[in-house]
């Protein structure tokens, strides 16, 4: 009987190890590429703000919150994997491809929900912008793609692997 409850609780552990590690990931990765949407976008490139029905004022308040809660996000990210590896339960693989679905999944959310659902903002101010949200949104869904295959492989997976 005893037996039983520790495979049972080690079960719960392990799938709870599974669940923390894609989502360590995913949250890295969302944190990840708004950062660097902010920052080479807004910032370096000045292609737009995160708000621009508004003065170049609003624009950059904008910019502000949107550069706090990408490293909200980063840092959440890297508590949850810093207890991973504290707890000796990192799970690399798994890791990567939480880290890659959120990419994905963030940058696909900005180029369909912000810049065209919402208009907050589109990725460049140019006559001929469907260049630019083809390659925004294809290379969203292939990284999405990649991390949820890798999350699909590793789910299936009985141990970490160190």
Not at 19 to 40: I, T, Y
Not at 69 to 81: E, H, I, K, N, R
Not at 94 to 105: A, D, E, F, M, S
């Amino acid at each position: 009987m005893f037996a039983l409850a520790d495979l049972r609780k080690q079960a719960v552990s392990q799938r709870q190890c599974r669940a923390r590690n894609m989502w360590s990931g995913f949250l890295f990765g969302v944190g990840f590429a708004a950062f660097f949407d902010e920052a080479v976008f807004h910032q370096l490139l000045h292609w737009h703000h995160f708000y621009d029905k508004s003065t170049t004022s609003a624009g950059l308040v904008s910019d502000g919150f949107f550069h706090a809660f990408s490293w909200f996000a980063t840092v959440g990210g890297l508590f949850l994997f810093a207890d991973l590896q504290r707890r000796n339960a990192l799970w690399l693989k798994r890791w990567l491809g939480g880290t890659l679905l959120g990419i994905g999944v963030f940058q696909l959310y900005d180029g369909t929900v912000q810049h065209k659902v919402m208009q907050i903002h589109q990725i460049r101010y140019v006559e001929n912008i469907l260049v630019y949200d083809l390659i925004w949104n294809m290379s969203a869904v292939v990284l999405l793609l990649i991390g949820a295959i890798v999350l699909y492989r590793t789910g299936k997976e009985a141990s970490y692997e160190q």
